[in-house]
Nanobody, 124 residues
Framework: VQLQASGGGLVQAGGSLRLSCAFSGRTFSRYNMGWFRQAPGQERVFVACISRSGGVTFYDDSVKGRFTISRDNAKNAVYLQMNSLKPEDTAVYYC??????????????????WGQGTLVTVSS
C-alpha cells in the first residue's frame, strides 16, 4: 500500500485548506482511514478517521465542527476539509490506513500504513 498526502500550504488564520490522500496498491474500500498531525517538537496525534464505507466518522475534540473527513472509494482517496483554521493547527498532517472490518480507529499504533505527510502552516 502507498499513501500520498497533498494539499498542505500556508494559510491565514480563519482560512481553509483541503488535504487529499491518494491510496494505491490494494483495494481501498477494504481500509479504514485516518488523519493525524504532528506539530514541531510534539508527538503525532489523532485528528479524524473514517470507516471503510464512509458511514462512520470520528473527530478529536480540537477539530470537531471545523474539520470534515470524507472519502471517495471510486477515486481511492480520502480528504480532510479544514475550515476556520487556527495557528495551533500548524503541523505536518499524515494520512494512514488500517484494514479489518468496518470501524473507526483512533490509536496511531493500530494503523498499518502511513503517508509521507503534508505541511500545514497557519499564520496569525
Amino acid at each position: 500500500v502507498q499513501l500520498q498526502a497533498s494539499g498542505g500550504g500556508l494559510v491565514q488564520a480563519g482560512g481553509s485548506l483541503r488535504l487529499s490522500c491518494a491510496f494505491s496498491g490494494r483495494t481501498f474500500s477494504r481500509y479504514n482511514m485516518g488523519w493525524f498531525r504532528q506539530a514541531p517538537g510534539q508527538e503525532r496525534v489523532f485528528v479524524a478517521c473514517i470507516s471503510r464505507s464512509g458511514g462512520v466518522t470520528f473527530y478529536d475534540d480540537s477539530v470537531k465542527g471545523r474539520f470534515t473527513i470524507s472519502r471517495d472509494n471510486a477515486k481511492n482517496a480520502v480528504y480532510l476539509q479544514m475550515n476556520s483554521l487556527k495557528p495551533e493547527d500548524t503541523a505536518v498532517y499524515y494520512c494512514a490506513a488500517v484494514g479489518g472490518g468496518e470501524r473507526v480507529v483512533v490509536a496511531a499504533s493500530v494503523y498499518d500504513y502511513w503517508g509521507q505527510g503534508t505541511l500545514v502552516t497557519v499564520s496569525s
